[in-house]
Structures are given as structure tokens and as C-alpha cells.
């Protein structure tokens, strides 16, 4: 079994910067690809973000280049680091992972889940 437990989100302006983090206990491994999903009210969970293999990266098109996802092995951490943030970033936020070691931008192939963490971004 896998926890995932996220923290970081708040309130902040438009332009603004979080951080976000995922803590994994348990079951965990380093192959996972670890991931950072999205969810607005009204709308589906989709793909932020994604690594795996150690360092290679993927990202959704409406957030590259703002937005890095990293991960600290020996802390079992994986990071969101949210720049120049807008209101349509607003959501809950999810860290994943997938048992798929070579990268997935698909909810259905993440096997564990955090609870969420709101990320609010006002206007």
C-alpha cells in the first residue's frame, strides 16, 4: 500500500508562485512515474504534470513552461513548483502514482492517489 499526502496550496494572486508537495509512505518505489493532476468544479481530473526515470518530464500543454515537477528520492517528495499562476489554475490539486516506470499522462494508469490540495488563484 501507497499514501500520498499533499500540501502547499493556498490562495495567492495572480502571477504568483506555490509550491507544492507530495510526501509518499509506504509501499513506495522508486520506478513509479509520479504524476500531479487537476480537478476544477464542473470540470474532469486532467494531467498537470509527470515524472519519471529519474529526471525526464512530461507536462500539459496549458501549463509548460510555468510549472516544473521535480522529486527528492530521499525524502520520498515529489514537487509542483507553480509560476506565474493564473485564475484558470484554479483547482484541486493531486498527486499520483503510477506503477507504468516509462511515463503516463492517463488518470485510469495511476494506481495511488493524495487527497487533494485547493490551489486558488484570484483575479
Known sequence: QVQLVES?????????????????????????????????????????????WATNTYYADSVRGRFTISKDNAKNTVYLQMNNLKPEDTAVYYCAASRI???????????????????????
Not at 20 to 41: D, E, H, I, K
Open 8 to 52: 502547499g496550496g493556498g490562495l495567492v494572486q495572480t502571477g504568483g508562485s506555490l509550491r507544492l508537495s507530495c510526501a509518499a509512505s509506504g509501499r513506495t518505489f522508486t520506478t513509479f512515474t509520479m504524476g500531479w493532476f487537476r480537478q476544477a468544479p464542473g470540470k474532469e481530473r486532467e494531467f498537470v504534470a509527470a515524472i519519471f
Open 101 to 123: 516506470s516509462s511515463g503516463t499522462k492517463i488518470v485510469g494508469q495511476y494506481d495511488y492517489w493524495g487527497q487533494g490540495t485547493q490551489v486558488t488563484v484570484s483575479s
